[in-house]
Nanobody, 115 residues
Framework: QVQLVESGGGLVQPGGSLRLSCAAS????????MAWYRQAPGNWREFVAR???????TYADSVKGRFTISRDNAKNTLALQMNSLKPEDTAVYYC?????????WGQGTQVTVSS
């Protein structure tokens, strides 16, 4: 059974940093590229960053140079280091495979960037 549990969100001022984590159980992590997605109120869920099994990352233009995605294949964990946060980064952040699998969404973690 696949389970994805996101954590690490919170309230941060513009320019601040947060580190998100995703703990994955089941077979989803070992054989798949993994990704972070986010959904702001009133918006569609959007791609943020993804990373292949061997660690090659790709970023959305909106976060390039500010966010860093990483994975620990031994621990089945995915991370997202977010620096220089902006108010427009405010959203619920989710991890999932790439491409996403609609059966496996977790509860997400709320990130709020506000002064």
């Amino acid at each position: 059974q696949v389970q994805l549990v996101e954590s690490g969100g919170g309230l941060v001022q513009p320019g601040g940093s947060l580190r998100l984590s995703c703990a994955a159980s089941g077979s989803i992590f070992r054989f798949n590229a993994m990704a972070w997605y986010r959904q702001a109120p009133g918006n569609w869920r959007e791609f943020v960053a993804r990373i292949t099994v061997d660690g090659s990352p790709t970023y959305a233009d909106s976060v390039k140079g500010r966010f860093t995605i990483s994975r620990d294949n031994a621990k089945n964990t995915l991370a997202l280091q977010m620096n220089s946060l902006k108010p427009e980064d405010t959203a619920v952040y989710y991890c999932n495979s790439w491409p996403m699998n609609s059966r496996y969404w977790g509860q997400g973690t709320q990130v709020t960037v506000s002064s």
